[in-house]
């Protein structure tokens, strides 16, 4: 089932980032002091809030090693649904 998650995630990261929310208990809350963070993620970095959260608990809340190369990935990804967006937008035009 956390396989499934985590593809799902990469075609969807809003969706997942509100269901894990929503069913998550205390999953989203426990990582960030503040739900700021986690809105401000929803709307700008999906993955990275998702990926963060993920590091922050499989580390026991000290993220260190290849947990950073992950968060890393995990914004480039980001980035890259961002200009992948913007290329198809200008493409269609």
């Known amino acids: 089932m956390g396989c499934l998650l985590a593809i799902f995630a990469l075609f969807a990261p809003r969706v997942v980032l509100l269901l894990v929310w929503l069913l998550g208990g205390s999953y989203m809350s426990s990582p960030f002091s503040t739900w700021l963070w986690p809105l401000l993620g929803f709307f700008f970095l999906p993955l990275t809030t998702l990926v ?29 649904m961002f200009g992948g967006g913007a290329k198809a937008s200008r493409r269609s035009e």
């Open 52 to 80: 963060y959260a993920f590091c922050w608990h499989q580390s026991g809340g000290a993220i260190s090693g290849g947990w950073i190369v992950l968060i890393v990935v995990a914004v480039l990804v980001d980035l890259g």
